[in-house]
């Protein structure tokens, strides 16, 4: 109950910006930049008791697997996982932002 009370959406809803994304990644798809993507499609064990479950795990067109971490700001506890993620498992970590209109609009992508 409390996830809910600080405003986040069950698990499989997107909220409004990863939604926007997923429009991104299914342009990227129709461009051929990208084969496939699936919206909290993997889980990650990060310790006993200890998961991270990133937004989206997208495979690029030359069989590169990178993973999406769509922010508008970030817990701190998205940080470590996402860090620790990208220290545990041979996958491209990515934080993706949405930049305002008056910055041009788009996405800014953080490696990790």
């Known amino acids: 109950?409390?996830?809910?009370?600080?405003g986040r959406l069950k698990?499989?809803?997107m909220n409004k910006t990863e939604a926007e994304y997923a429009l991104q990644l299914e342009a990227l798809k129709q461009a051929g930049e990208i084969q496939w993507y699936k919206f909290e499609g993997i889980k990650f064990?990060?310790?006993n008791s200890c998961f991270y479950n990133p937004?989206?795990?997208v495979l690029r067109s030359d069989g590169m697997m990178e993973i999406?971490?769509?922010k508008g700001?970030?817990?701190d506890d998205a940080k470590v996982k996402i860090?620790?993620?990208s220290e545990l498992y041979p996958f491209v970590f990515k934080a993706v932002f949405k930049l305002p209109?008056?910055?041009g609009g788009g996405w800014e992508y953080v490696d990790f």
């Not at 109950?1 to 600080?6: E, H, I, Q, S, V």
């Open 83 to 85: 860090k620790v993620a």
């Open 68 to 70: 999406h971490e769509v």
């Open 11 to 13: 698990q499989g809803v």
């Open 55 to 57: 937004d989206f795990a």
């Open 45 to 47: 064990r990060l310790a």
């Open 101 to 103: 209109n008056k910055r």
């Open 1 to 6: 109950m409390r996830d809910n009370a600080l």
């Open 73 to 75: 700001f970030w817990r």
